[in-house]
């Protein structure tokens, strides 16, 4: 946006710079003057706190991997050296680990910050489907080093998850024994996982370059969903946004430091405090929460659809859940973007919120009896939201009168507050 | 106004995704867990250190003919943090102990400080052989590999409570609840029931009342205390650094929170003029 920045070079050194890589000019421009709408609320925090996060958990896995044994004979002792021989090593690992938790937590808010403001919307959808391409890198990410520590949870996650590759007709099996590195999951499966979980998160921060490249050029949305108008709409990015997403930084580490200093295994198993052995299934396998809803829909699909059977049924049900997400800027056609102005909307998001955290829940129950059924029910409601509901609200939803601009709205908000602070005082 | 209504809104999320997870430990058949008041619990606790040692000794002389600890090094017994034995006493300890050494004469030498806890079977299938063809496990990290089983919406409280010992709380009951099995309950052989787990298993009932006889004569020689002392030891064995990640945690919160608040006093300062 800021095509014309206000960077004058003020020195010899600095103008030379700047004639063959302009860099401080470069950094100026997006990192400082660019033009945010003045109205965005805590929501759109959230981004900086996932890039935040992402840098979080690069730092400590290197560090993790110089002392980490990927070697099925040594990789469990090995996470127990770090926790007990290395220096601030329990802590190191802590935060990896919650880290991932916290990182799930933050892009869950931002995915569903995007859903309600309809942040997806045209001319977003590239910012929105990098972003979609983002939460497939982060989930294999989050698998694979899972595995790492090769507890039981590790090995018996990692046989149940490449297996859903078999169920792909004629190439599955190939493709399951390409991804194990044998028939199953052994030492080749950990090494391949633990070089593959070292790449992915540099893959991870190329993309973010993308959607953050993506995103100004539009620039950012708002909650009016309004575009900004004039200048009059905006203000620089440094330093009145960089403020507010450091305040918000740090409020977002004290729970994280909570988890990691108190209680750094509680949103972990404590089967995985055991060490893998393939002739012993645990009771139970569940994936780590964030995974869960995801596992639920999986497991939603008991039955066969004409010539695709169950198995199949789940892992296409499964995918398909996060593929969707790709095509939602043409499946909401509705001109609003933002769901403040969309009375009908509201109930059905709010819905589909509930929902998805019914589903998460399910995903950790035992498949039987009314939990299947329940998770039958969420599946349908997921995909009904993006193929049903949110089509043919397009067609018949009357949204409520928008703002001309974002200042006129502030100016709105303003007013009704002062008249609301006004009659309560006559009252008094 | 609108900021507290958002950090509400916030938690009230993080609290529907906390409440979501799953509770982590499947049932056992059993009596539900008696929780036990743990001196490591909450984010001021710390261990006992007497506790640790009573626990150590009951350790060494009981459960540890079957049980091994290999990542117990005899060093970590002498750290701040543990059980706070002195070197002296762990060098006298670690010196009755063989340690395979192909490079010392004979392949055997004593143990020092450096080594680790060492095995109390030379391999799986004699400990098998020893215990009924059931194995004993390693004790290391077995205090973190076990959780109770909590009903909703007891589990949810945890994590605000930062309730972490329910390794300790399993062991004792454990420990606490060799029963005669109830009317029609078989118990297989080689087995004994125990009512926590509501099922029988392959490890005999380890503790009985005067078993070990502590230095400090004040205190009860009862199976009760002697389970909570071991449960104590295997949670400390289990996390070791407890102690001082706790007391950093307290300090970084503290940092956290003051700069929060700083944080949030410069940012209203530089937005103090601007209507959003
Ligand atoms: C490592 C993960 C990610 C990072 C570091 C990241 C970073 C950011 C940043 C810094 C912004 C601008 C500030 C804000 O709106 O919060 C942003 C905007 C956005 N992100 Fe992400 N993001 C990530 C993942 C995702 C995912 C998974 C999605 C959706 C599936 C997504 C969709 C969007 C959209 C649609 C916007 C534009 C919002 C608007 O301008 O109204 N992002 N992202």
Redesign the interface.
Same mark, same amino acid.
């Given at each position: 946006m800021a095509s014309k920045s206000s960077y004058n070079p003020k020195n010899k050194v600095e103008k030379w710079l700047d004639e063959r890589l302009p860099l401080i000019r470069f950094s100026k421009e997006h990192l400082m003057d660019f033009p945010s709408p003045k109205n965005l609320n805590y929501w759109w925090t959230f981004g900086a706190v996932l890039a935040v996060m992402l840098m979080v958990q690069i730092i400590t896995g290197i560090i993790l991997a110089m002392h980490y044994v990927p070697n099925i004979e040594m990789a469990f002792d090995s996470v127990e050296h770090i926790r007990r021989n290395v220096n601030y090593g329990r802590i190191i690992q802590g935060t990896h680990a919650v880290g991932a938790s916290m990182f799930f937590f933050a892009v869950y808010v931002h995915i569903f910050r995007g859903l309600y403001y309809g942040s997806y919307k045209s001319p977003r959808e590239v910012i929105w489907i990098l972003g979609v391409i983002i939460f497939l890198l982060m989930m294999a990410t989050a698998f694979m080093g899972y595995v790492l520590p090769w507890g039981q949870m590790s090995f018996w996650g990692a046989t149940v998850i490449t297996n859903l590759f078999s169920a792909i007709p004629l190439v599955g099996t190939p493709i399951l024994e390409f991804l194990r590195g044998g028939f199953a999951v052994d030492n080749p499966t950990l090494n391949r996982f633990f070089s593959l979980h070292y790449l992915l998160p540099f893959i991870i921060a190329a993309v973010v370059g993308l959607h953050i490249w993506a995103l100004h050029v539009p620039g950012n949305g708002n909650p009016t969903g309004v575009e900004v108008k004039s200048k009059a709409d905006t203000l620089p990015f440094h330093p009145y946004f960089t403020m507010k997403d450091l305040f918000v930084v740090v409020v977002f580490f004290i729970p994280f430091a909570w988890f990691v200093f108190f209680a750094p295994d509680i949103l972990g198993h404590p089967d995985n405090y055991i060490e893998a052995n393939p002739f012993i299934t645990p009771p139970k396998i569940v994936p780590e929460w964030y995974l869960l809803p995801f596992y639920a829909m999986l497991r939603a699909i008991d039955f066969n659809i004409l010539f695709i059977n169950a198995k199949l049924g789940g892992v296409i049900v499964m995918f398909g859940s996060i593929l969707i997400l790709m095509v939602l800027p043409w499946l909401d056609r509705s001109k609003v973007r933002s769901g403040s102005f969309r009375p009908m909307f509201k109930p059905f998001y709010w819905l589909f919120v509930l929902n998805f955290l019914m589903l998460m829940y399910l995903g950790a129950q035992s498949a039987e009896g009314i939990y299947v059924i329940l998770s039958k029910v969420g599946t349908a409601y997921y995909f009904g939201y993006f193929l049903i509901i949110l089509p043919l609200l397009a067609r018949i939803e009357t949204p409520k009168p928008l703002p001309n601009s974002i200042s006129e709205a502030i100016l709105a908000k303003e007013e009704n507050t002062i008249a609301i602070n006004a009659e309560q005082g006559e009252n008094k | 106004m609108?900021?507290v209504r958002?950090?509400i809104a916030?938690a009230a999320?993080?609290f529907?995704?906390a409440?979501?997870?799953?509770?982590?430990? $499947?049932k056992v058949g059993g009596k539900p867990a008696e929780l036990q008041k743990w001196s490591f619990a909450?984010?001021f606790g710390t261990y006992d250190t007497n506790q640790l040692q009573r626990g150590f000794q009951v350790f060494k002389e009981v459960c540890a003919t079957c049980h091994g600890a290999r990542?117990l090094a005899f060093r970590?017994l002498v750290e701040p943090g543990g059980p706070e034995f002195s070197e002296e006493q762990i060098k006298l300890l670690a010196s009755e102990f063989m340690i395979e050494d192909i490079e010392a004469e004979g392949g055997e030498r004593p143990a020092t400080l450096a080594d680790n806890w060492p095995s109390p079977f030379a391999s799986e299938i004699e400990a098998r052989e020893a215990n009924n063809g059931a194995l004993p496990p390693d004790f290391?990290?077995?205090a973190?590999?076990?959780?109770i089983y909590q009903p909703f919406p007891d589990w949810a409280f945890?994590?605000f409570t $930062?309730?972490?010992e329910?390794?300790a709380d399993y062991i004792y009951n454990l420990l606490t609840s060799y029963e005669d099995p109830p009317h029609g309950v078989e118990v297989s052989d080689g087995q004994e029931y125990n009512a926590f787990l509501g099922t029988g298993i392959a490890m005999m009932n380890p503790l009985m009342d005067d078993l070990v006889e502590y230095d400090d004569e004040r205190l009860p020689r009862t199976v009760e205390q002697y389970a909570k002392d071991v449960a104590a030891f295997m949670y400390w064995l289990?996390?070791?650094?407890l102690v001082s990640?706790?007391t950093?945690?307290?300090n970084?919160?503290i940092f956290?929170?003051i700069?929060?608040i700083l944080?949030?006093l410069?940012?209203r300062k530089?937005?103090a003029n601007?209507?959003?």
């Open positions: - | 609108i900021i958002k950090i916030l999320l993080f529907a995704l409440v979501s997870a799953p509770s982590l430990a $499947a909450g984010i990542l970590n290391s990290v077995l973190k590999a076990r959780g945890n994590y $930062a309730y972490q329910g390794g289990a996390d070791p650094h990640r706790k950093i945690g307290l970084v919160l956290l929170s700069l929060a944080m949030y410069v940012k530089i937005w601007v209507k959003h």
